[in-house]
Nanobody, 125 residues
Framework: QVQLVESGGGLVQAGGSLRVSCAAS?????????MAWFRQAPGKEREFVAA????????DYTDSVKGRFAISRDDAKNTMYLQMNSLKPEDTAVYYC?????????????????WGQGTQVTVSS
């Protein structure tokens, strides 16, 4: 079991940067989980943004954020991050972190077991 809490969302102008964080807590070590960020814009379905493997050595991104966003994790701090640069109005959404208990060191784009409550990111034009 793991509990996830996102933070760091806010309002930023187009072209700006923002870093959102996901703090994990619970009985299991964070290193036992593959993790990811998803987002949901108003009126749209939740979509995959970025994923990171248990070790942090593998990552994957949806095409629209490649080269602008960077996912990372610090298991010693039980925290995952999403650094977002060159933000666009279309990045406006609620950003959710997710975790999946696994023995594998691959990245996962879906089938996550645990979810946070989300943090709002708004990019103004």
């Amino acid at each position: 079991q793991v509990q996830l809490v996102e933070s760091g969302g806010g309002l930023v102008q187009a072209g700006g940067s923002l870093r959102v964080s996901c703090a994990a807590s619970g009985r299991s070590l964070m290193s036992m989980y593959a993790m990811a960020w998803f987002r949901q814009a108003p009126g749209k379905e939740r979509e995959f943004v970025a994923a990171i493997s248990r070790s942090g050595s593998s990552t994957d991104y949806t095409d629209s954020v490649k080269g602008r966003f960077a996912i990372s994790r610090d298991d010693a701090k039980n925290t995952m991050y999403l650094q977002m640069n060159s933000l666009k109005p279309e990045d406006t959404a609620v950003y959710y972190c997710a975790a999946k208990s696994t023995l594998s060191y691959r990245v996962y784009l879906e089938n996550y077991n645990y979810w946070g409550q989300g943090t709002q990111v708004t990019v103004s034009s």
